[in-house]
């Protein structure tokens, strides 16, 4: 297979259990709106959704309200999963003729406010049009320009001519980023990109797994972002088997399939010497990362505040987490793409050291981060936290405490909910005899 079709399968089925975790914001009742004036924030947002979908729009209003959109992608594509087979398809195209890279390429987007990534999503507009996944093996045009436009080493010159004027909608995942304006392509008209030659040479390689596709264009430097796009729109992989992957399941398939790369290079280093923890804060959400000197496990828990997207109506935070051994892990993880993203920073960051280690990463999810805006947020967050400087400890009791000064939950409820932690303050080790 040219993509672990095992993942895939399990992510569809959560997908089907989740149905509603990927959806347009809900518009809240004339009745609450009238009554709230975005003042009360009766919706639960910390920012009124409604406000954010207007001054997104009315940034590029003059741009957007016409069927014809002229500009540039950022390079940008996206692949529905709704109706997998049959699926929507579609290049982004911002209004702007400049280099535009920045809309679509979350490695660029650290530190900035979700109202800033709302507005670059929200600039980016979608024509969509529905395939087969398993068109990839047929003559195309749009495919051919899709996988033209994921491949690109720049800013592409596009024009959409779509059906009608654009929607005005702002679709959220929990996965990928969110996206903006969208209405059903006429016809796509592109300039001639230049192509990453790194990605042109895998694409022309179909004898190449899929696997060793990615984590060959990842040991030579291109974005995570770039490998995603490809492999979603059947770049990569056995000529005979390429097909269409959604966007939030590639998004997993490449966190996944890269992590599990570096797990096997690592296991052959050495332990950390020391307990050593990280910590990050970023969008109102607090990271907090434990290494300990044992051989390579891994544990990710989150913890979701009430006023969240997730969590609404609860009066405590809703905690929940997944974990694996030193064998792995054999099904998909229950807390979803995070799992994968921060296990992928986790790996990176032991690799580069030479070192294996427990690894148990803690993730606070207060109420400023009032919408989703994709697991980029954890990759790329749990990546910087790993740059910032640790504190060091001789023992896990040190490093706990240490621990509980940074989070707003009490130490006791995460070990509560940890299986790696409550491990290891329960065995013996052969130096305690």
């Given amino acids: 297979m040219y993509v672990n079709s095992e993942l895939v399968t399990k992510i569809f089925k959560n997908d089907r259990e989740r149905k509603n975790s990927i959806k ?14 975005a003042t009360k924030l009766l919706c639960g947002k910390n920012v009124c959704p409604i406000l954010v979908n207007y001054q997104s729009w009315d940034k590029n209003r003059s741009e957007i309200e ?8 950022p390079p940008g594509v996206f692949i529905g999963n709704f109706g997998y087979p049959n699926v929507s398809i579609a290049p982004m195209v911002s209004p702007e003729s400049k280099n535009t890279e920045i809309l679509d390429t979350p490695e660029l987007w650290f530190g900035k406010s979700i109202m800033e990534i709302i507005n670059f999503r ?20 749009v495919l051919e320009q899709l996988q033209e436009i994921s491949m690109a080493e720049n800013s592409v010159d596009s ?12 679709i959220l995942s929990e996965d ?8 059903t392509l006429k016809n796509l008209i592109t300039a001639n990109p230049s192509l990453d030659q790194r990605i042109e040479k895998a694409y022309y390689d179909r004898d190449l797994r899929a696997t060793d596709a990615i984590t060959s264009l990842y040991q030579n430097d291109v974005r995570i ?3 995603q796009k490809s492999l979603s729109t059947g770049s990569l992989g056995l000529g005979a088997f390429r097909k269409l992957v959604p966007t939030r399941w590639s998004i997993t398939a490449v966190d996944d399939m890269i992590s599990l790369f570096l797990i096997k290079k690592i296991k052959d280093n050495s332990t950390v010497d020391k307990f050593t923890v990280f910590t990050l804060n970023y969008l109102d ?4 990362a434990i290494l300990s000197p044992e051989f390579w496990k891994f544990e990710w828990i989150e913890a979701w505040f009430p006023k969240t997207i997730w969590n609404q109506h609860g009066s405590e935070p809703y905690i929940m987490g997944d974990f694996e051994t030193y064998h792995g892990k054999k099904k998909y993880a229950n807390v979803g793409g995070c799992y994968y993203s921060s296990r992928l920073a986790a790996t990176e960051k032991l690799n580069k050291e030479r070192k294996q280690a427990t690894v148990t990463i803690l993730r606070e999810i207060h109420s400023g981060y009032f919408m989703p805006v994709g697991v980029w947020n954890v990759r ?13 400890f001789d023992t896990l009791q040190e490093a706990l405490n240490f621990a509980s000064k940074k989070l707003t939950i009490p130490i006791q409820k995460w070990i509560g909910n940890s299986t790696l932690l409550k491990d290891q303050l329960q065995q013996k080790k052969i130096t305690d005899y």
């Fill in 176 to 183: 990928s980023q969110p996206l903006g304006p969208s209405a």
């Fill in 122 to 141: 929200y600039s980016l507009v979608r024509g969509n049009i529905r395939t087969n996944v398993n068109d990839v093996q047929k003559a195309n045009k």
């Fill in 225 to 227: 972002s770039k490998i």
């Fill in 380 to 392: 790329e967050s749990v990546r910087m936290m790993f740059k910032n400087k640790p504190e060091i």
């Fill in 159 to 170: 024009e959409l001519q779509l059906i009608k004027k654009p929607e005005q909608t702002l």
């Fill in 24 to 37: 347009i914001i809900e518009k809240p009742s004339a009745e609450m709106c009238l009554s709230c004036k």
């Fill in 66 to 73: 016409s069927e014809i959109i002229q500009g540039s992608s």
């Fill in 285 to 288: 959400n607090i990271y907090l």
